[in-house]
């Protein structure tokens, strides 16, 4: 059974940072894909960023150059680093651990994490 759970979340004022984290357990870690989510009130789950297990990054054009994906394979935690917070950024934030396929669709995701709130304040 893998387990993934988040942390980082909070209220924070635009302009602001924070750092997700998402520790992995049950699994080895290494050997995945892993991708941040995002869902905020009546939309759909959005891709934000992932990582492949070689490091190669991915990231949803709104997000690049904001936000950076990085893991820690001997840790088994992904971190998602978030500058210069937008409004629109306000949302849950899952991690996930990729089966197989595009790194793009939620569908392609086998374990989730339960999600943090990341509340971006105008």
């Known amino acids: 059974q893998v387990q993934l759970v988040e942390s980082g979340g909070g209220l924070v004022q635009a302009g602001g940072s924070l750092r997700l984290s998402c520790a992995a357990s049950?699994?080895?870690?290494?050997?995945?894909?892993v991708g941040w989510f995002r869902q905020a009130p009546g939309k759909e789950r959005e891709f934000v960023a992932a990582?492949?297990?070689?490091?190669?990054?991915y990231y949803v054009d709104s997000v690049k150059g904001r936000f950076t994906i990085s893991r820690d394979n001997a840790k088994n935690t992904v971190y998602l680093q978030m500058n210069s917070l937008k409004p629109e950024d306000t949302a849950v934030y899952y991690c996930a651990l990729q089966g197989s396929g595009s790194f793009v669709s939620p569908i392609n995701y086998a374990f989730w994490g339960q999600g943090t709130q990341v509340t971006v304040s105008s």
């Open positions: 990582s492949s297990s070689l490091g190669r990054t």
């Open positions: 049950g699994r080895t870690f290494s050997s995945y894909g």
